[in-house]
């Protein structure tokens, strides 16, 4: 037999357009539009696009009303903001199409490609504990409103306008840091939002070296080691007394912390006690000397959140993010990591430039890196 002329009809059954002797199966024309009449032949009808074939009661337009009553009947819906939505019915469904793509690939007598992986037991599971802990952690939040959608325009179109030190960019900025840190952490919740003065290491300012002709491309966005040795500290200032740099004034910068109360002692009696959650940092910037930035620079922006999560804050890990000019960062605080103390959050999307993001993006992206506890963890007393 060629098995190049097998064609599958079923998991279990093919047809052989060759009479051979001692085949069980009659002979006929594989290019025929009708098969033969036997009872292991079936033809379907072939689906159109726009036309779905309806095969039993189940998937009748009747069926289909009654599954859909039965599972909005199942869903539960939470209008409370503080509270979390899980859609139940949504995962079950998830989990159910990815067996019949994923388990054999059988079904309907589909036969998939022979390079295409197969999803193991395993991998299901893990995906769908992913979507269960994905829904756990989905806190609604009321609808996006027109007073935040106004200063989110007015923090967008000042970055039009240069910046100068009796400009608007710091009250659009400030407007727009408090508006959305109230909306993600709520007193509701037990949190409080407060405008802190700028600590040690940014008070003064910071500085960034801008890179020498000669020097490869920057790489701005990357944190350099905080690795410096007798012999390295020499050669760089040594250095830098030779190359030009970037100065943020104090003046460009502000702060605000977020405080989560702590669960009360003792019943609950007595006044709440509130401790360090995360904070954002504002730094105005142009960014048009970005480029420019020295691979060599010993600081990073991100460096001006230490201050408020490790010091004034007593943090051992945690999380705080940046209005760095245009841009939204987000990044992780640990203090065990003597290296780099402060990098970008492992999120893809860690950095968003406001200029073109939309604000239900900013805002979708913002919530998902603060949900949950933040994974803070304070430093031992």
Known sequence: MDMNSVSWSSANEFKNPENEPGSAFPSFDSTSAE???????ERRPEPQLGN?????????????????????????????????????????????EMREKSVGGLQNGQVPPLD???ATEHDLQQ?????????????????????????YTAYQTSYALPITPTSAHMQHAKALASAL????????????????????????????MLKEDHERDSDPDTPPPKMITRLARKTHIQYSFESSWHHIEPASMAAFEVKKALPG?????????????????????DLATFHRWSRANINHRGDVLTD???VRGGMEKGRGMLFFGPRL???????????????????RNWRLDMRVARLAEVDMQLGQFVGGDGGVVYQAK
């Open 127 to 151: 995906e769908l504990q992913e979507q269960e802990e994905q829904a756990a952690n989905d806190v609604s939040l009321p609808p996006l409103d027109n007073h935040l959608q106004t200063l």
């Open 265 to 285: 002692e003792d019943g609950g009696a007595g006044p709440l006690k509130y401790r360090t959650h995360t904070a954002l940092i504002i730094v105005l910037d």
């Open 329 to 347: 960062e987000m990044y992780e605080y640990d203090a065990d990591d003597a290296m780099l103390p402060i990098k970008p959050a492992a999120e």
């Open 116 to 118: 295409t992986p197969m």
């Open 52 to 96: 779905p074939v309806i095969e039993d009661g189940e998937h009748s337009p009747s069926g289909i009303a009654s599954v859909a009553s039965s599972a909005h009947s199942n869903d539960t819906v939470v209008t409370n903001a503080n509270h979390v939505v899980m859609n139940t019915n949504s995962v079950q469904q998830n989990w159910q």
């Open 308 to 310: 408020v999560l490790g």
């Open 35 to 41: 098969p033969p009449d036997s009872p292991i032949y």
């Open 181 to 208: 840190l109230h909306r993600h952490f709520p007193a509701s919740s037990g949190y409080r939002v407060d405008p802190i003065p700028l600590g040690p290491y940014s008070a003064p300012g910071i500085n960034f």
